[in-house]
């Protein structure tokens, strides 16, 4: 039996990395699997936010989610800090984990940056906090974006050990689904740079609320080089902006790299970048008029997290009753 599990932070939009990534995955995978998905608002408090805004970010995040696709009534979509056991779960892998494992990570080099003694604590144990959601629903596959791919091999590192060290099985090891021609969509106005929502320029990404007009500019303006568009894969190496404009395309229109220079070989970017917008707005636009619709109704957001927290709960609980039993808390 597999069980999808994975998590999105509730700050800043929605944007066409997150989209392509993740979601777009989440959306496939719920007709194939238990998915569980995930706003995880205590990762969110390991930089400062504002209470009011984080408030408001968390229900617009679930709106965002749905609209794209997530259907609430089979995945159970809810928010981290209302199931206990991911807090509870993560204590104790923080003593499974090792000091020198999350020295390791470049996440926390690249978000603490220059000022790392000033970093939170959190922030720093944000991996094990991770494992611990994934793990406390023994999930068996986590669909995430390129980005993730070293937190993923932690939270097997330890659940491994946790297993060793107890001398029980009580985790699997679970799988990251990393796949697809857009596991790491990178800014429009850098090649080198992954598009993010922290980008000060708002021009480097597309929002999932940006409407039809402020779609066709960002990508009018996105940084190319001047040749044309080769005809195989091979001829996109070396050319970072292109093949992120290929791949962007491939992964909407649900072809492969291949099948996209097959059709669009040859042309410019002049011709591309049009047929490119047409694409995106036709596959944003009714995600962007779900979410006007759903983020009206605040109360309705709030029952479907509530009712998905109780879900969760129901299999997470089971799993923090034998991590206690495991640890030697509870006979
Ligand atoms: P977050 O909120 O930064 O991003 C959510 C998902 O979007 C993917 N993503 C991208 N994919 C392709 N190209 C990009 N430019 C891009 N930017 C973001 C991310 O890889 C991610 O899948 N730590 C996680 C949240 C998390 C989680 C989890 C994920 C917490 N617990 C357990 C999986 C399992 C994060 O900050 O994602």
């Not at 480097?204 to 779609?215: H, P, Q, V, Y």
């Amino acid at each position: 039996m597999s069980r999808v599990f994975s998590g999105i932070q509730p700050t800043g939009n929605l944007h066409l990395g997150n989209y392509l990534g993740a979601i777009r995955k989440w959306v496939t995978m719920q007709d194939a699997h238990e998915c569980i998905y995930c706003v995880v608002d205590l990762h969110a408090i390991t930089v400062a936010q504002d209470p009011a805004t984080l408030r408001n970010g968390i229900r617009e995040m679930a709106a965002a989610l749905i609209a794209s696709g997530i259907d609430p009534d089979r995945a159970i979509l809810f928010q981290q800090s209302q199931v206990r056991a991911h807090a509870e779960i993560a204590w104790v892998l923080m003593c499974t984990a090792r000091v020198g494992w999350l020295n390791r990570m470049t996440q926390f080099k690249e978000k603490s940056g220059k000022d790392r003694e000033g970093a939170s604590v959190g922030l720093y144990t944000y991996p094990v906090l991770q494992a611990a959601d994934i793990l406390a629903y023994r999930a068996t596959h986590v669909p995430v974006g390129d980005d993730q791919k070293q937190h993923l091999e932690l939270a097997r590192d330890i659940a491994a050990k946790f297993n060793t060290d107890m001398g029980i099985d009580v985790f699997p090891l679970p799988e990251p689904v990393i796949e697809g021609p857009a596991t790491r969509v990178m800014s429009l106005r850098d090649g080198s740079a992954k598009m993010s929502k922290s980008d000060p320029s708002d021009a480097a990404r597309i929002n999932m609320t940006d409407d039809a007009d402020a779609i066709a500019q960002k990508i009018k303006r996105a940084r190319t080089d001047a040749d044309a568009l080769p005809s195989e894969p091979a001829g996109l190496a070396g050319r970072p902006e292109a093949a992120n404009l290929v791949g962007i395309m491939a992964a909407l229109s649900d072809r492969s790299i291949a099948d996209v220079l097959r059709d669009h070989g040859g042309q410019g970017f002049g011709q591309f970048k049009p047929a490119l917008a047409d694409v995106m707005v036709a596959a944003l636009a009714p995600i962007n008029a779900r979410f006007a619709v759903l983020r009206r109704d605040s109360a309705a957001i709030d029952a479907i997290l509530a009712k998905g927290a109780a879900r969760a709960s129901a299999i997470a609980e089971p799993v923090l009753a034998d991590v206690h039993r495991a640890v030697g808390f509870t006979g």
